[in-house]
């Protein structure tokens, strides 16, 4: 057994009744092919969460200091993340994402790029509306709806996957759809709630 693997199998031990976690809409998710899960991000612990609730394995990015720790670094690696430096383009991380979705993966992004501990959404950055003009993966946005409260209900929401024909063929802007993203994401927040 991999290490993903007993990785997602302990955060589900703990984080599900610790949490109560409620799952909606999981079937939006495409059993195969590439797809990119785009989620808002309020805590430390969303990518675990994202990562138990979703039915895929999904790669992570994650923020370059992370990995310059040894131990959490090597983790890290381990459980399919892979580090990008914040504030600046990061052409070997994107690369790295293009390759994950080529091969038919899944790749799991907030795209806020920080959390936003006042529970509100806030604006993506443009890497998401990257990976999603330059690869043919299906997007699903996922909304966490919190806050994370020792037995208090915790909700993942994924919605239907978000059609980016028309953006692709009028090469619309990363951050224009982006922002068409992080709108889809905004919607689910709000009617879940």
């Known amino acids: 057994m991999n290490l993903y693997k007993i990785g997602k199998a302990l955060c589900s031990i703990i984080l599900f009744p610790m949490y109560r976690i409620n799952i909606v809409g999981k079937k939006n998710i495409p059993a195969e092919g590439p797809v990119i899960i785009c989620s808002n ?69 907030f795209p806020e790029g920080t959390r936003q501990k006042n529970g509100e959404i806030g604006k993506g950055l443009a890497g998401a509306g990257f990976f999603a003009l330059r690869s043919e993966a299906s997007i699903v946005p996922c909304a966490i709806i919190g806050p994370y409260q020792k037995f208090k209900k915790l909700k993942v929401v994924y919605g239907e996957p978000i059609d980016m024909t028309e953006y692709r063929e009028q090469k619309a802007s990363a951050q224009v759809v982006t922002d068409r993203i992080m709108e889809e994401i905004r919607q689910l927040h709000k009617i879940h709630q």
Do not use: C, W
């Open 41 to 109: 991000h309020i805590s430390n612990l969303d990518p675990p969460v994202v990562g138990i609730t979703s039915s895929r394995n999904i790669y992570f990015l994650a923020k370059e200091e992370l990995f310059k720790n040894p131990v959490i670094g090597g983790i890290l690696k381990k459980v399919h993340a892979f580090p990008i430096k914040r504030g600046m383009r990061d052409r070997n991380a994107l690369r790295k994402g293009l390759d994950i979705l080529k091969d038919g993966h899944a790749l799991g992004l």
